[in-house]
Nanobody
């Protein structure tokens, strides 16, 4: 079964940091571009960062300079390092393939930024 599983979310104060992980099972990530998406209550899911199979990143303007996407193909995992978090970053974060039909969406990982 082809699956991506998100982890690493939690409650953090404004200005804090979290690192999210996206682990693949049932396939190898090497040939896939991967995106991190988020969905806040009452809002549509949005793409926040993506990384090509070759490791080139791209970011939404709202997170540029604060978030870093990376991949470790040996661990079959993509990461999202989130620094200088803001309350507006609060959302459920998901990962999925980018640039081709998405896999079934997982449960995501909740990120809450609050004092």
């Amino acid at each position: 079964q082809l699956q991506l599983v998100e982890s690493g979310g939690g409650l953090v104060q404004p200005g804090g940091s979290l690192r999210l992980s996206c682990a693949a099972s049932g396939f190898t990530l090497d040939d896939y571009a991967i995106g991190w998406f988020r969905q806040a209550p009452g809002k549509q899911r949005e793409l926040v960062a993506r990384i090509t199979s070759g490791g080139s990143p791209n970011y939404a303007d709202s997170v540029k300079g604060r978030f870093t996407i990376s991949r470790d193909n040996a661990k079959n995992t993509v990461y999202l390092q989130m620094n200088s978090l803001k309350p507006e970053d609060t959302a459920v974060y998901y990962c999925n393939v980018f640039g081709r039909p998405p896999f079934s969406w997982g449960q995501g990982t909740q990120v809450t930024v609050s004092s």
